[in-house]
Every structure is written in C-alpha cells, then in structure tokens.
C-alpha cells in the first residue's frame, strides 16, 4: 500500500498542466496585472499634479538637475524715472538706452549664448551713425580723429560674431563710447574676454554695460561727445541651481593697469548706487536680493 501511494504522488508531481488549467490561470494573472496598472496609473497623476512637483512649463532650462524657469528680456534694466534722456533701440543682438544728450548709450545690454560663440563670420569695422531719426544727434568719426580717444564698443563685436547683421550693428555709434587706448585695449578687453569664457561655461549669461558720466565730464568733437569718466559692466548667471552676479568699475584714465579683475569686483547693488538704473528687475525678489548684495569671487575665477 505505500509503495502504491508514493507512485501516485509521483504521478501527480509529473502530470503537465490541461490547456483549461493553464488559460484559468493565464487569465487570473492579466486581471491582476490591469488591476494593478490602473491603480498605479492614477497614483502617478496625483503626484504629477501635485504642488510638489517643479513647475512643468516650455520656457523651462534644466542645468544640473535644476528647473529654472526662463525670464524673457531679463536682461532689460528698469525705465528711468528721473527724467533722464533715454531711446531705446533694439538691434539684432543688443539692446541699448540712447542719451542723446550726452551722444552715449545709457546701458546696452544682451543675452550671450554658448552656441553663438560657436560661428564666426567676418569682422568688419564700420563705424557710422545710425540713421534713425529718434536718435539723433549722434557721435561720427570726426569726433574721434585726433581725439586721443578710442572708440569703445559697449557690446563688443566679438560677442556678435554668429550674426552679420548682429556684428555690424555694434559699429553704430549708439553702442560707441570714448574710451582710453590703456583701457580699451587692456583691462576692459580683458573683461570682455573672460565674458566669453563665462559664457562657455555657463551655457547663458546676460551683461550689462555703459558708462558713468559726472557733471565735470569734458567732451570731444564737433559734436560734443561726453568722455565718461569711468565705465560699468554688471554680469549674471541666471540658468545655474544658484543663480550668481557680479559687476566691475573701471575707471577712464591713461594708466596701463593689467590688474588682476578682482580689483575691479564689486557688487551689482553698488553700481546701481553709481549709475541710478535697477539691473535685472525681472527677477524674482529674493533672487535679486540675494545675487545683486554679494559676489562670489572664486565663482568667477577672478
């Protein structure tokens, strides 16, 4: 009788499954597996949808695992509300304020992006007046001849090289100031240089540049050309996880300096005090509280 018994367990244990068995079984586990997916599926939308997740939008950059929403013309300072003389002018790469008083830019400003330093047409210099009418008087190369004065981009033609129309317009005397040979062709050059490096870097950067004109400012040429006695420029990295700023006062002078530009550092919240223009008011609050009170020297390398 035992050995009867184990040779039917053995026979069991052998016995392959019918085709009924296994489409019963077959059939228990798909309900389970749609089962199991809707409930997952309608988990997933509730967290998707919920307020913890960053905002989901299509002007949104992703830098290191960062959601950092993009701000349109972020780099456009703030109207004057002091009555200053103030054109603004759009262009093919900047944008910039016209003090026709002075027959100087107040601010010019642009966006500089990693992929438009990565082609490159001709350089030609064409100095010239733009001839619109809203923008006149304006500086000429008369002015400039003999002057003892460089003529200084703001936006330099070498950040608007990716655009032919771009890189000429930088040669209207709008984005023109005069400048000293000493600092034109050294620590502002220098500047614009590491520009391009932060911009590398970075993927995006925004600038801001033009000069710090005083009552006891002389002028040159027949038009009578304000010669600035110091110039600005104010730099912000709005796109990283912690969004970073920094600006730089150069004084005009003859002094061929090569200092190092952490002289020049300062913050973005002193040279609004000089210059009287709110840099960067498109930005969140506590963002610009934060990035325009202090800079961070080892952040930029300076």
Known sequence: MLIRLKDMSKKRRNRKPSVFETLFWGAIFL???????YNRTTQIDKYLTSSSWPERRSETIKVEHCYVPHYPDLEIPARFTDGRDSRICRYTGHTLSY????RLPNWVAYELLESELKSVVDRKDNFRPDKSPDLQPQAGVADYRHSGYDRGH????????WNADAMSETFYFTNIC???PALNRGDWMQLENRVRDWAYRDSAILIVCGPLVSPRDGTIGPDRVVVPSAF???VLSPYQCDPQGIGFIFEND???????LTKYAVTIDS?????????FPGLPDEIENLVESRYDAEYWDI
């Open 232 to 234: 600005y420029k104010v």
């Open 271 to 279: 040279v609004e005090a000089l210059t009287g223009i709110d840099f």
């Open 154 to 161: 703001m936006a330099p033609a070498g950040d608007m090289l």
């Open 254 to 260: 003859t002094r061929e300096w090569h200092r190092p």
């Open 31 to 37: 309900v389970f597996i749609l089962w199991f997916a």
């Open 99 to 102: 003090n026709r008083r002075w």
């Open 178 to 180: 005069p400048q000293t």
